[in-house]
């Protein structure tokens, strides 16, 4: 392995992989694989599959702290940050042009059309998800009945994504993998550094929240703070697994979206370069601006950003030095296995509360003691939108075309549809 790059040099390439990084994390990390192992030999294939399976089993988008654990690698902290801003910047740029466009013109018919459209993709997309997960997350009996149990909790009692992720935690550390441990591999860094870190990031992420807050006066901007950084610290299994958790909390409780403002967000997301947790931002922004106007959803959204992402720094920054020993701990690596098996459960109730939103214009609770039934008008179900599903699913699944161009046909289609 060579790591004679420059930090100028791997800057310009993290810059690249910030803007080219469409498709999800799949795309984000074979892109990777490509530029910094393949081609440049900057890491091994060793090292870059243990940080990824590191990275899978974290709170939070495993490409960008995929990105930040190389520039780490390479050098140091400051090329773990540059690694990691310079992966999530433009897509936040973006973002934030789209959220401010779709503040003024979301609402309008021909953008509802278009909307439309993404919505039926992106409902294939999801499920897209849930099958490489399962694939990879349900090995042995007890994982498939922790995601039976995970999606009956979610879905039917509502019960909270974090106490899901926990219990599963706790039902794998007490039934871990018989592996060996290998008492060869140690950590990078002694204890003591690794507090120094800790306590480092969690000033940078917290002392912003608890200055502005009573400094502006706005008790709005404290609960988006608190929400987003609670969030930061359960999105395991990336993106769609919280996105469940977002979408009922935003939707139903918090009343800061619609449910098709916050299906709208996740296709804008999908349409941009970036991890798709990116979503939170827009989120954060139309909250914001229906709170205060313009001021409002600029604080909101780059307050979202902060306390989405200086989470995946803390982990990178305090991880990375015991990436090679925590991969032969058979009761942690347990743990994580069985927490990302019940993810699977949450992804699919998120398939479904989905599928229901986009495919029928009214949909409503219905509580019968401690259960809660999603039920559909069925005289309000949109052939259309069924029709582009179909589509989508087949040139995805089947014809495995990239998903931007699926995104951008289907809202096309919906247009034309809308036209005629």
């Given at each position: 392995m060579s790591n004679s790059a420059s930090i100028a040099e791997a800057s310009r390439l993290w810059a690249k992989i910030g803007i080219l990084s469409f498709g999800g994390p799949a795309a984000q990390i074979a892109l990777m694989h490509r530029e910094v192992v393949d081609e440049r030999n900057w890491l091994t294939e060793k090292?870059?599959?243990?940080?990824?399976?590191?990275?899978?089993?974290?709170?939070?988008?495993?490409?960008?702290?995929?990105?930040?654990?190389?520039?780490?690698?390479?050098?140091?902290?400051?090329?773990?940050?540059?690694?990691?801003?310079?992966?999530?910047?433009?897509?936040?740029?973006?973002?934030?042009a789209l959220a401010g466009a779709y503040s003024v013109w979301g609402a309008m018919p021909l953008a509802a059309a278009v909307f439309l459209g993404i919505k039926a993709t992106v409902v294939v997309i999801v499920i897209e998800a849930l099958l490489r997960l399962?694939?990879?997350?349900?090995?042995?009996?007890?994982?498939?009945?922790?995601?039976?149990?995970a999606f009956a909790a979610i879905f039917f009692l509502n019960v909270p994504f974090p106490l899901i992720v926990l219990a599963a935690g706790i039902w794998g550390a007490l039934n871990r993998d018989k592996v060996t441990e290998d008492a060869d591999v140690h950590a990078l860094h002694p204890i003591k550094s690794t507090g120094k870190t800790i306590l480092t990031w969690l000033i940078i992420w917290w002392v912003p929240i608890l200055v502005l807050g009573p400094l502006l006066g706005q008790e709005f901007l404290y609960e988006i703070a608190m929400f987003f950084s609670k969030l930061a610290v359960v999105t395991f299994g990336g993106a769609y697994a919280v996105l469940a958790y977002m979408?009922?909390?935003?939707?139903?409780?918090?009343?800061?979206?619609?449910?098709?403002?916050?299906m709208d967000g996740l296709g804008l997301a999908e349409t941009t370069p970036g991890p798709l947790i990116l979503v939170t931002e827009f989120v954060g922004f139309l909250a914001g601006y229906a709170q205060g106007g313009w001021g409002m959803a600029i604080a909101a959204a780059t307050l979202t950003l902060w306390v989405t992402f200086t989470p995946c720094f803390l982990w990178i920054f305090v991880g990375a030095p015991y990436i090679d020993w925590i991969g032969t701990q058979p009761r942690l690596r347990s743990a994580l296995s069985a927490i990302t098996a019940s993810v699977v459960g949450v992804i699919l109730n998120l398939s479904v509360w989905f599928a229901l939103h986009v495919f029928?214009?009214?949909?409503?609770?219905?509580?019968?003691?401690?259960?809660?039934?999603?039920?559909?008008?069925?005289?309000?179900?949109?052939?259309?939108?069924?029709?582009?599903t179909i589509l989508a699913a087949y040139l995805l699944l089947r014809r495995h075309w990239n998903v931007v161009w699926v995104l951008a046909l289907s809202g096309a289609l919906a247009l034309i549809a809308h036209l005629l």
């Open positions: 090292q870059f599959l243990n940080a990824l399976s590191f990275c899978m089993l974290l709170p939070g988008p495993e490409a960008m702290q995929l990105a930040t654990y190389m520039g780490w690698r390479l050098h140091g902290v400051m090329g773990g940050l540059i690694a990691g801003l310079l992966f999530i910047i433009p897509g936040a740029i973006i973002i934030a399962s694939k990879r997350a349900l090995k042995r009996i007890d994982h498939w009945i922790l995601a039976a149990i979408g009922q909390e935003v939707v139903s409780v918090k009343e800061w979206l619609s449910a098709g403002q916050m029928f214009n009214n949909v409503s609770p219905l509580e019968k003691g401690v259960l809660t039934l999603w039920v559909p008008e069925m005289a309000s179900l949109n052939p259309i939108v069924v029709i582009l």
